[in-house]
T-cell receptor, first 112, second 112 residues
Framework: NAGVTQTPKFRILKIGQSMTLQCAQD?????MYWYRQDPGMGLKLIYY???????DKGEVPNGYNVSRSTTEDFPLRLELAAPSQTSVYFC???????????FGPGTRLTVT | QQQVKQSPQSLIVQKGGIPIINCAYE??????FPWYQQFPGKGPALLIA?????SEKKEGRFTISFNKSAKQFSLHIMDSQPGDSATYFC???????????FGKGTKLTVNP
């Protein structure tokens, strides 16, 4: 099992550009999450999904969009990138009713 | 009610020392308390977890102490090594919930 995979590993965007961060898991987990982690800071939940076709906002959803068309994939879309979106983005997955989340290796995004 | 308060924010110990990281919660419905370890440039990974029906859990050099009446739990690292240098997150989970509640993290440095 590859677990949770994320692409790309690194990306530099210009202000106003858009991009999609990819996340996939092969553990057949129903729940998936997107977090951002700023330098020296904790994890902030952006969006999450409890199954295909179902998504919900976390604590910092502004400037982002998600979709969940399959159990395996949970892409995060940044529209009109801003410097405030410079961060490391982590995708995670878990099974319903379990408190363990499995994290991907992260995508380091810089917006200049 | 949904917060998990973690302290200290950073911690420096000498090799062989016993760093202790503390977390406190308010929601008595939490029933699972995992700790995550994050090395620089990597995603968080589950280290050890405890349920509130036990007061202590050991896995190798890592021990969780749990005080249900005080609504506090802590991570102890015995005989700490430079390779333990990482950021540690405590978290809390309520069965049936969709999300983990994370503490803000503690950056641990173990000097040789």
């Amino acid at each position: 099992n590859a677990g949770v995979t994320q692409t790309p590993k690194f990306r530099i965007l210009k202000i106003g550009q858009s991009m999609t961060l990819q996340c996939a898991q092969d553990m057949n987990h129903n729940y998936m999450y997107w977090y951002r982690q700023d330098p020296g800071m904790g994890l902030k939940l952006i969006y999450y999904s409890v199954g295909a076709g179902i998504t919900d906002k976390g604590e910092v959803p502004n400037g982002y969009n998600v979709s969940r068309s399959t159990t395996e994939d949970f892409p995060l879309r940044l529209e009109l990138a801003a410097p405030s979106q410079t961060s490391v983005y982590f995708c995670a997955s878990s099974q319903p009713g379990e408190g363990e989340q499995y994290f991907g290796p992260g995508t380091r995004l810089t917006v200049t | 009610q949904q917060q998990v308060k973690q302290s200290p924010q950073s911690l420096i110990v000498q090799k062989g020392g016993i760093p202790i990281i503390n977390c406190a919660y308010e929601n008595t419905a939490f029933d699972y308390f995992p700790w995550y370890q994050q090395f620089p440039g990597k995603g968080p990974a589950l280290l050890i977890a405890i349920r509130p029906d036990v007061s202590e859990k050991k896995e190798g050099r890592f021990t969780i102490s749990f005080n249900k009446s005080a609504k506090q739990f802590s991570l102890h690292i015995m005989d700490s090594q430079p390779g333990d240098s990482a950021t540690y997150f405590c978290a809390a989970y309520q069965g049936g919930s969709e999300k983990l509640v994370f503490g803000k993290g503690t950056k641990l440095t173990v000097n040789p």
